[in-house]
């Protein structure tokens, strides 16, 4: 069976041709003509099955067959709030496979001992659009830069939020095992510190303002890989 290409067009059924950075790879990689077919999604819970009516250059036109909403494949809002590392690179992984694991919502936080004050969001965007397109997801994450912590903790927020650190002397839960619990809100957000952790002031403001205090497991991870155990946790819970 041939594989099903998708396309990210946000305005699919208005303007009815492909951003430049998705024709020019429909156009120049897959030699896509008049008359073939593609899949698009436009990142908020549509798929379409369309035809291409012009293929010239730069420019790839297509017109609606079909429109095939999406059902949401779990429950709730999953929302990830991390540090980003010094190398962006690890951030990049992260973004990308959190995305294919499904997240809803991906928060940047500039802690006390943050390595990175900065992140790219236009750079970012585009492997979260190749990682939706690849993982034939229906809704696309959204992105939020960088916030200082405390910013962050003070914002309203729906559903179960959660601290993940590992100071031993605050008293921590499971993250998976809450998030078990039948009684778990659906909507979670769940907080990943930088290298050297959130300081013990920060998860201190954090309980103080309504945040459960948890840990990952026994073994000590790496940002980005604490940031995915926690997605996946998320995720598994509301399956």
Request: overall charge negative.
């Amino acid at each position: 069976m041939k594989e099903v290409r998708f396309f990210y067009a946000p305005n699919a059924t208005t303007e009815h041709e492909l951003p430049t950075d998705e024709a020019m790879h429909a156009l120049r990689v897959l030699r896509l003509q008049s008359g073939d077919e593609m899949m698009l999604m436009d990142g908020v819970g549509n798929f379409y099955r369309a035809e291409v009516t012009l293929a010239h250059t730069r420019h790839c036109l297509y017109d609606i067959k079909e429109v095939m909403p999406q059902q949401p494949q779990w429950l709730g809002h999953i929302h990830l709030a991390i540090a980003p590392t010094k190398m962006m690179e690890r951030m990049e992984w992260l973004v990308e496979k959190a995305v294919e694991v499904g997240v809803d919502e991906i928060s940047f936080l500039n802690c006390q001992f943050s390595e990175r004050r900065i992140v790219k969001l236009p750079r970012l965007d585009k492997i979260v659009i190749a990682a939706t397109k690849q993982s034939h997801k229906a809704w696309k994450t959204v992105l939020k830069d960088i916030t200082p912590f405390k910013d962050f903790i003070d914002q309203p927020r729906e559903g179960g939020k959660y601290i993940a650190h590992c100071y031993e002397e605050i008293p921590r839960t499971s993250l998976f095992d809450h998030l078990r619990q039948t009684n778990a809100p659906q909507d979670a957000t769940v907080l990943i510190g930088p290298e050297g952790d959130f300081s013990i002031d920060e998860v201190r403001y954090a309980v103080a303002n309504g945040y459960q205090s948890v840990h990952l497991g026994p073994s000590r991870l790496r940002t980005e890989t604490a940031g995915l155990s926690a997605v996946m946790m998320m995720q598994l819970s509301k399956m």
